[in-house]
Nanobody, 115 residues
Framework: QVQLVESGGGLVQAGGSLRLSCAASGSISSINAIGWYRQAPGKEREFVALITNGGVTIFADSVKGRFTISRDHAKNTLYLQMNTLKPEDTAVYYC?????????WGQGTQVTVSS
């Protein structure tokens, strides 16, 4: 089992920045990839970014050039640095870890970008 706890969400003006964190615990060695998804009101949950154990990063087109993803192995923490935020980035952001045929989700953190 892997437990994920997100933090760092909040209210920010358009053009601003936020950094989300996802603290992982449990069977961390089983994780092959870890990343972020988001869900806006009335919309499907969508992929944002991920990083593999090999350090490969993948981003959704909508956030490329604005968001970066990084992982601190010593702290078992994943980060999502979000710059140049837009109102359409408003959503609940979820951390997801995958490995050994399992997917684990955090409880989510709200990001609201005002125009």
């Amino acid at each position: 089992q892997v437990q994920l706890v997100e933090s760092g969400g909040g209210l920010v003006q358009a053009g601003g920045s936020l950094r989300l964190s996802c603290a992982a615990s449990g069977s961390i060695s089983s994780i092959n990839a870890i990343g972020w998804y988001r869900q806006a009101p009335g919309k499907e949950r969508e992929f944002v970014a991920l990083i593999t154990n090999g350090g490969v990063t993948i981003f959704a087109d909508s956030v490329k050039g604005r968001f970066t993803i990084s992982r601190d192995h010593a702290k078992n923490t994943l980060y999502l640095q979000m710059n140049t935020l837009k109102p359409e980035d408003t959503a609940v952001y979820y951390c997801k870890a995958s490995g050994s045929g399992q997917n684990y989700w955090g409880q989510g953190t709200q990001v609201t970008v005002s125009s």
